[in-house]
């Protein structure tokens, strides 16, 4: 997957004021700071596309980036930030909630998890909401230039222990740094993959 062209297209507070247009979606979700907007200007090779910012936060909205003409990256809004009561709904925002249930051109949620931490609760609700929903998901491990790549795999190994053990299939897991690059080939091919899989929802996949 080669990206020849990655462009901001739209800002929306909610799932009606989404794109029309029904490109083939790939979404990032994770807890604020965990690096969702760096891993978009990581892939896309373009520094500032998304913004990026030490303030945990700073993606309020669902952030749309049409990229080679045909499909999106969509930066969605972090969990763990503003605290959200605990009702029957999701407690993370709600544009995303309703976004990861009802978007039908959404072809794959990226969750991303810090490689450097313990299995996190809010992470770890975060997924069983997906799974109590039947929604699909990938897990995308962050920051791993911050650490030796032997520390990285076992941090993997114990989320997957305490995490994923009754997930079957297991999601596939990707391991990432916007620093060093890593993880950037594997996510893009994993990416055009889906998109042949996909050939209905693209225009002329490229
Ligand atoms: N060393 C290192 N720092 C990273 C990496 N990814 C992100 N960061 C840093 O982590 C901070 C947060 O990154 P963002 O990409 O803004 O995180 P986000 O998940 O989009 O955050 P919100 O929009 O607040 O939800 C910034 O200071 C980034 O420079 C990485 O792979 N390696
Ligand atoms: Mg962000």
Known sequence: ???QSAVFEVSSPNLELCPTLPLPEFAFIGRSNVGKSSLINMLTGKAGLAKVSDLPGKTKLMNFFTINRNWRLVDL???GYAHVAKTDRADFNEAAADYLQARENLVCIFVLIDSRLE??????DFINWLVDREIPFVLIFTKTDKQSASQTQSSVARFKKAVLTELDPPPPIFVSSSKTKVGQREILKFIGDALIENPQQSNNAE
Do not use: L, N
Request: overall charge neutral; cysteine-free.
């Open 77 to 79: 809004p972090g969990y």
């Open 1 to 3: 997957m080669k990206i």
């Open 119 to 124: 299995p996190q609760a809010i992470d770890v």
